[in-house]
């Protein structure tokens, strides 16, 4: 007899085929059912076998000790992946997503175009990695994006482009359409999302394993797994909603918020007295926002509890929130017990104004309401996210994960259109731009179309106002991806490279093929790049892209089960025509 998890070769004559269904299994004729080989039959989820033998072809090790739930380091992850039903799953739901977004575009009349993966190093806007060659000097650099690549194509007469592009370990779903513009590249996608979550609701369903919740097929659940409870259809329908830039840093305080979180960020500072402002910061005039969390209904009392939650999540802040040079966040919970309901640092001339304003969230204040401000800078939004913003997201998330809000298994799709074309540079940045001196530089890339005529009248004015005519689609706070209609005008897109980013002669003339593709007459044309590890993940319920990926790399770039990369020898450096430089 072979020990557990051995490999063994089963023979035996087919008794019972079992068929999917929702209610105990009804035995089926066997008579003309076929499978393609390693398969069960279609419909058939269980196969009853009158046994002949067991012959076993390898025998499992001794010294691996297999228990439920086990975690094997990075160096085993053929192990993990062997062991732990969530992620062989998503494994195996990964293919089947890449091919229903291919059958789609495909139906579209999409071209499937294979763009080359060495490039040459050009100023996008993010740093790259370099592949040297025999030449001495001269070096490969790995493709951000296939963007340059595909605005070529709609310059050579592909209406419609699409490639699963990888990037190092990652891979985005790219698309490309001439004679079009942002409206039917969003419509595209919307379109394309569709097909996937109606073939995701009829093939798969929601299980929980072990406290651990994941999408799996239909076909494959055990007896021992659970379909999750849920009421409807977790996925949203298109047209998906639309929310401007600015809105979402005003309302949610992150350029990618998640719809699921049941409370909004709103201002202030009119409302509270100078004596609390200064308690929480030393900026002059500052903004002042803030948000009411509430946590589900409770029989018992909920006033220790939330007190509780309240004080692990302040001590515990990450640093950029504890630290933050605009002053640290102040929570405060409603407690009938206590002077003034608890909110006694508000003072009652405060007290008074947030709850006879006309902010419904602070009206009705209950025992157990939180109430959360944060002052920072009274300047215009830029970058991702406000501090308030990333500690509204860590509020809900810690809530979900302490019971105190339920967790919310649907998907809430959503466009968020009209972003700054430019963004200042931070002093502290260390991405180095388009590499021009104008102080800042492009938000996405420099082959941006401005929105409207009058944002292209503001890049001669005050290029900072621009807006860029580009669109995120966001699900449960989650980037899935990004696209923008292109400058299609050779001219125009010179300008902005010279004049607006003040890029050098040299800088420009790295994107000399570009502008000579857009110079033979190319269309207007847009496009959009999905990120589809993060789209896997997410579908998938999974925080992590590792978890749909078979062999990750770390933080840190590195491949722990193959212990890559390796030191190069000297005589490999040779031949690159490279040398190591010791550190001063």
Not at 21 to 28: C, D, F, Q, T, V
Not at 242 to 270: C, Q, V
Not at 313 to 335: R, S, T, W, Y
Not at 424 to 433: K, L, R
Request: aromatic share 8%; proline share 8%; net charge negative.
């Amino acid at each position: 007899m072979a020990p557990p998890y051995s490999p063994v070769s089963v023979t035996g004559t087919i008794a019972k085929l079992y068929h999917n269904s929702r209610s105990l299994p009804e035995e089926a004729a066997t008579s003309g059912s076929s499978s393609a080989p390693g398969t069960f039959p279609d419909n058939v989820s269980r196969i009853d076998i009158d046994l002949s033998s067991i012959q076993p072809l390898n025998v499992f090790p001794k010294d691996i000790i297999v228990s439920k739930g086990v975690q094997f380091p990075p160096s085993a992850r053929h192990l993990q992946i062997r062991f732990s039903d969530p992620l062989r799953t998503r494994l195996l739901v990964r293919p089947r997503i890449a091919f229903q977004l291919r059958k789609s575009l495909n139906d579209l009349a999409f071209t499937e175009v294979e763009t080359p993966i060495l490039f040459k190093s050009t100023p996008e806007g993010a740093r790259e990695f370099l592949v040297p060659t025999r030449r001495p000097g001269y070096a490969y650099a790995l493709p951000q994006s296939p963007q340059q690549y595909k605005q070529m194509l709609m310059a050579s007469g592909i209406r419609g482009y699409y490639q699963f592009a990888r990037f190092t370990d990652f891979v985005q779903l790219d698309l490309e359409m001439g004679f079009a513009t942002g409206e039917d590249v969003m419509r595209t996608v919307e379109t394309i999302i569709s097909d996937l979550t109606a073939l995701l609701e009829a093939d798969f369903t929601v299980v929980e394993q072990g406290g651990e919740v994941y999408l799996a097929p239909r076909q494959s659940l055990k007896a021992t797994e659970q379909d999750y409870p849920a009421a409807g259809s977790p996925y949203a329908t298109p047209p998906f909603p639309r929310m401007s830039y600015e809105d979402a840093m005003t309302r949610f305080g992150i350029d990618k918020p998640d719809l699921r979180i049941p409370f909004e960020i709103n201002r202030l500072d009119g409302l509270l007295p100078q004596s609390f402002v200064s308690m929480i910061t030393d900026l002059d005039h500052p903004v002042v926002e803030g948000f009411r969390f509430r946590p589900s209904e409770a029989e018992d009392d909920i006033r220790p509890v939330v007190a509780k939650f309240v004080d692990d999540l302040m001590k515990n802040l990450p640093p950029a929130l504890a630290n933050n040079p605009d002053g640290a966040p102040v929570a405060l919970v409603v407690d009938s017990s206590k002077p003034l309901r608890g909110l006694a640092p508000l003072g009652f001339e405060g007290t008074t104004a947030l709850e006879s304003s006309n902010l419904s969230q602070f009206q009705d204040l209950e025992d157990g309401d939180v109430l959360v401000f944060q002052a920072r800078q009274n300047k215009p939004f830029q970058g991702g996210s406000t501090a308030l913003g990333t500690l509204r997201t860590l509020f809900y998330q810690t809530a979900v994960s302490k019971s105190l809000l339920p967790r919310d298994l649907t998907f809430r799709f959503l466009w968020v259109t009209d972003f700054p074309m430019f963004t200042p540079h931070d002093n502290d940045s260390t991405d180095p731009g388009q590499g021009g001196s104008a102080g800042f530089s492009a938000t996405h890339h420099p082959f941006t179309a401005p929105l409207t005529d009058a944002d292209v009248e503001l890049l001669a004015t005050d290029p900072l106002k621009a807006r860029a005519d580009h669109y995120d689609l966001v699900v449960n706070g989650v980037e899935l991806g990004g696209g923008s209609r292109r400058i299609h005008v050779a001219r125009m897109q010179e300008y902005v490279m010279r004049e607006i980013l003040k890029m050098s002669d040299a800088g420009v003339a790295q994107f000399a093929h570009l502008l000579e593709a857009l110079r033979a007459g190319c269309p207007p044309h847009a496009g959009f790049a999905l990120g589809f590890d993060r789209l896997v993940a997410v579908l998938t319920y999974t925080d992590s892209v590792r978890d749909v990926i078979a062999f990750p790399k770390s933080m840190k770039g590195e491949d722990l089960t193959v212990k890559s990369p390796g030191r190069v020898e000297e005589g490999q450096l040779e031949v690159y025509h490279l040398a190591l430089r010791e550190k001063k």
